[in-house]
């Protein structure tokens, strides 16, 4: 039987997820089947500009906003997810009208056809059963995602925020320091 795809869900890192790569890291799936996974960590901002890295999206994107680390597979690689209000101009959908900007896009046209981006270098990506492997082990906190989560203005603080918005003992973790030996 095959797993429940987790597309559109945010995985968040759990405390004994122990991967540099991800600590405390919030992940929006974009892909989940058989041949495994692929997303991207929303609360990375770099220290590089979209003006810098990708100036020819400044139609799209601020060329002030930052680019996220998406994850450490492909950094070279450039993803861009926004809000469609043509939701048929995406490449693929994530959520609802949130999808991936088309590689081959006329960006002027894709313009006036979304309402929002952010500029993704990497993503994250799980081979098949990987991702259901790492769930079983208690790596990942499964949450329904917000489309606002992905456009985050305090990005740093996503992972306690979304983890107080599942309440209950989430929103115990969600305050724990940063560094365990901190009293």
Same mark, same amino acid.
């Given at each position: 039987m095959a797993p429940v795809s987790l597309k559109g869900k945010l995985l968040l890192a759990s405390p004994a997820l122990v991967d540099p790569?991800? $600590?405390?890291?919030? *992940?929006? *799936? @974009?892909?989940?089947?058989?041949? !495994? @996974?692929?997303?991207? $960590?929303?609360?990375?901002? #770099?220290? #590089?500009?979209?003006?810098e890295a990708v100036d020819e999206l400044a139609p799209i994107v601020d060329e002030d906003d930052a680019v996220f680390g998406g994850g450490p597979v492909g950094e070279e690689a450039v993803m861009v997810v926004a809000e469609f209000d043509e939701p048929e101009l995406a490449a693929d959908l994530i959520l609802g009208d949130l999808g991936f900007l088309p590689a081959d896009s006329d960006l002027e046209r894709i313009a006036t056809a979304t309402r929002r981006a952010r500029v993704f270098a990497g993503h994250a990506?799980?081979?098949? !059963?990987?991702?259901? !492997?790492?769930?079983?082990? !208690? /790596?990942?906190? *499964? *949450?329904? @995602?917000?489309?606002?989560? $992905?456009? /985050?203005?305090?990005?740093e603080s996503l992972w306690s925020l979304v983890l107080e918005r599942k309440g209950g003992p989430y929103a115990v973790l969600a305050r724990m320091p940063d560094d365990p030996s901190v009293n």
């Open positions: 790569n991800f $600590v405390r890291t919030v *992940v929006l *799936v @974009a892909e989940h089947g058989d041949e !495994g @996974a692929l997303g991207l $960590v929303l609360n990375r901002p #770099t220290d #590089t500009l979209v003006g990506g799980w081979g098949p !059963g990987q991702l259901d !492997g790492e769930l079983e082990e !208690g /790596s990942w906190i *499964v *949450v329904d @995602a917000d489309r606002d989560d $992905v456009f /985050s203005d305090d990005p």
